[in-house]
Each structure stands twice: as C-alpha cells, then as structure tokens.
C-alpha cells in the first residue's frame, strides 16, 4: 500500500492549517520532517499558529478529521437538546461565577484555549444568530442545533463516523453493547449509565424548540452500529 507521506518526501514546506478563536482558518507555510510515518512541524514556541493549536473545538473540523482518518472511529455524542441547553447554560454561568472569585481560572482557561464557557466565551456559531445573549437558554439551544444540524449534513454518510444518544446510552443495555462491538472492545463492561434530567422554567422558544427536537429524533434513528 502506497504512504500518503510519499507526496512530501521532496518538499521543504508545508501549509499548516490553524483555527483562530472563531473559527477562521490561518494557513502558515512551515519546515516539517517526517518520521515513522509522522509529520513534524518545526516553528518557535510562542508564535501565532502555537497558540492557535490549542483551540480544541473539534466538533467543527470532524469532516476533516474523518477524511484525513478514515481508519478512524469517531464516536458523537448527543443528548435532548433541552436538557444539553440547559447544562450548557448551567456550566457557563458558574465558570463566570468562579472566575469573579479566582481571576486564575479566567487566565488559565484562556492561555489553554478554553473558550467554551465563562468570561473568555466564544460561539461555536456567532454570525446571524437569532439569540446572541449567552445567558439566555435559547442561545445555547441555537448553538446545539446549529452544530448538530452541521455534523448531519456532513457526516451522515461518513462510515467512520457513529451518532451516540445519550438517552438510549442510559437505557438500554444492548445499545452499550453495540458501541462496545463499534469500537472492538471485546471485554464486557458492566457499568450502568444513570440519566441526569433537571426540570428547568426557563422560557424557551417554541419555534427552535421544534426544531431541536425534530432534529434530536433524526439523529436518533441512527443505529449505533452501520
């Protein structure tokens, strides 16, 4: 079988392809080796596309990561929408809590990369949106559904790629099991899953509501294995 490396064997340079903080692609030409079928990238410790490195919002680049792995099990969680808006919006509310207290948590996350809650936060999806206040449950409803309604369009085909409902995760044994014959686990776990499901009154909008929903029940029938 042919090494996909062999195309670079005669280059100095390759374009090194990083994310800034929201979203933007920044490609940087740089020295690399290659060794034991591994890319290396040589560049300084403190430059752009080293910090870039650390924005860890995969969710985003998963159509990537499949074609570039296509040997590759990539597993995706999902949860009621409802229920992961407001564990979402809960998170978030406390890391900006926290961080009045210790301003060493704000510091720390944002040195990391960690942009996905507290003061340092940035949308997955920040341009158009109907409900842009971060503290709003619907915010993060919206950003639930735009981000699941990307990786269906895009990796629904994918055979590398498994959606994972969390609720049948919890309540059913079998279904365990299946995600334990995806990933060639032949040891059988007997860990039980307990679903955590929080009452809230807060007003969500009806409209997006809906179409969460439709979409938490598209994304359902999936079986775990294809």
Sequence with gaps: MENKLSVFSDQKYINLETYKKDGTPIRTPVWFTINDDLIYVITREKTGKVKRL????????????????????????????IQHSYSLLTQHKRFIKESKQDKFISNYMKRIGHTEFGPNYIPIYNKNLCFGDDLNINHWLEQWYLTYLNCLETLKNKDNTYFICYEKLCNSKEYWLDILKILDIRKTYTFEFKESRKETSLEIDNKLSNKALSLYSELSEFPPIK
């Design 54 to 81: 650390k924005n860890n919002q995969n969710i985003r680049r998963l159509e990537l990561i499949s074609n570039t792995f296509p040997n590759s099990k990539i597993l995706i969680p999902f949860r009621n929408p």
